[in-house]
């Protein structure tokens, strides 16, 4: 999926195909973070099956790990 689709069409893809993973720029977009804090947050052991995530994935992980800051990586 290009990089030119919106935040509200990308966040329709993630609730309309369940299976879909969702590269690190594209999660950037949806979760409304720098392409860094995701970055830091694979490093920092998010789920990142193949380099890809599901953003419901990276809110769970980051509800699991309410001290996750980028300094701790």
């Not at 099956?49 to 790990?65: D, I, T």
């Amino acid at each position: 999926m290009p990089l030119e689709k919106t935040v509200h069409d990308l966040s329709r893809v993630a609730v309309e195909e369940p299976f879909r993973l969702f590269n690190l720029n594209e999660l950037a977009q949806v979760l409304g973070v720098s392409g860094r804090f995701v970055t830091d947050l694979r490093d920092a052991g998010a789920p990142f099956p193949g380099n890809m995530s599901r953003p419901e994935w990276v809110l769970e992980w980051l509800r699991n790990h309410p001290n996750f800051t980028r300094k701790n990586k």
